[in-house]
């Protein structure tokens, strides 16, 4: 592939007009250039594909920059207190969060309980050990 250059549009050379002689007191004129028409930038398929990799480049700068002061803290947190909970026959992991939240929200808890087990899905089996937030 390659890449060409960024252009801009030809320029015409101006033409000269002639100004009328002037009777004999006045000052005469040079020849006066006719305005030309302002040349406008074009950009080419390469052209316009250097500004968009010049302007994503500077985006993902921006992101690095700003995402360098969200670092994580050198002091470990105090873990949540967990307790081990043992499925029963024909239990499922809905029906321990619904005994662990109370009134709370259940899904809520499902959610915490698939994280703690690093579970993939709420399927469980009888005789699994999982670990469960403790509740007061």
Known sequence: MTIAP???????RPELRLVPARPAGRSTRRPVAAAQPRASVRLTRRGRLVVFLAALLTVLSIGVALGAGSVASEKPGTP???????????????DIAAGLAGDGDV????AKIERLNALDSAMVAAGQRLRVPVTE
């Open 6 to 12: 960024l252009t801009t549009a030809p320029t015409a």
């Open 107 to 110: 899904r809520a808890m499902v």
């Open 80 to 94: 949540a207190p967990t307790e081990i909970v043992m499925v029963g026959s024909g239990e499922t992991l809905w």
